[in-house]
């Protein structure tokens, strides 16, 4: 396999089923593995643990995990012990969290990009071993350092990448992360956004864009039939139609189209399956990448040669190992 290539896995999977994948990925040759960590369904560090005690070579990552929830000197420990499990394998995808979540946790999550801030730099420090002092509005740390007792004492390589899609963060990502998680349900036309947003951060820091690692989620359904993966496909983004309906525009799907979805109020399966039939394969085929193989690796090759280092593929059905094998063998972005 010439090119980069990772798998992105949520909860659409038993624990079990998740890892029999990974370790197929990475006998297949992928690079890395990203698990999310999305509600409160499955903890994304006990999950890379798991995926990290089976597997040798491939790099895993969270993907990611919110910054509210965890104290700084919690998760650089967690992720210290991760590391001594899956030495200089282990990555860190941080995000922001959304309203309605943190909400139901009784969290507050104002000033998220200050948040990210703090946290990412303290964490980066405590991951250098060093004994740190800070008095931000978010993390308020006490002359930390963290303890190893018996194993490596030196400082960890573990790259800090943010979770991003909004302009602000991306510039964030740009000037003080290793590396920015390119979101999903975006088409490649909206990574030019994205990669002007990074070169802004990344100016303020003296880097330039080869500088910072850009893996991309992309959302993959791949089928023999076409209009079969196409369908699957379409259910989803009417889901992100109803959900996320700014970043929808934002990506060049027509107002009447979201307003037409949005007046079908699909919140049930029925309803969505219902509201599905009015998207159109362009708009489908616009932010994921679905079809047969050959149209899946296409349209990930767009997602490359509009910035993006490395195709994290998220299954959108359940034939996961059909897509592996797609990049796996005979692909060349």
Known sequence: MADRVALYLQDDFTLQESIDFVKYAEARGFESVWQAESGFVRDSV?????????????????????????????????LLTLDDIAQDRIMCGLGSWYDDIAYQAGISRGKHLLAMREVLTTVRQLLAMQNVRYRGQFV???????TVISGRKEARHIPLFIGA??????????????????????????????????????????????????????????????????DIARRVVTQFIVQQPQLMRANGIPQSLIDEILLLNPVHSEHIEQASKLIPDDVVRMVTASGNAQDVREKVREYIRSGATCPVLYPLNRNVRSLIDAFASGYSG
């Open 46 to 78: 006990v999950t890379v643990a798991a995926y990290a005690t089976v597997t040798s070579r491939i790099k895993i990552g969270t993907g990611v995990m919110n910054i509210y929830t965890r104290n700084v000197a919690t998760m650089a420990s967690e």
């Open 140 to 146: 308020q740390l006490n002359d930390l350092q963290l």
């Open 165 to 230: 899609t909004g302009p602000a963060m991306l510039a964030l990502a740009g000037e003080i992360a290793d590396g920015v998680l390119l979101n999903y349900m975006v088409s490649p036309k909206y990574n030019e956004m994205a990669i002007r947003q990074l070169e802004i951060g990344l100016k303020q820091a003296g880097r330039a864009i080869y500088d910072i690692d850009r893996p991309q989620l992309i959302m993959c359904s791949v089928h023999q039939d076409r209009s079969v993966a196409l």
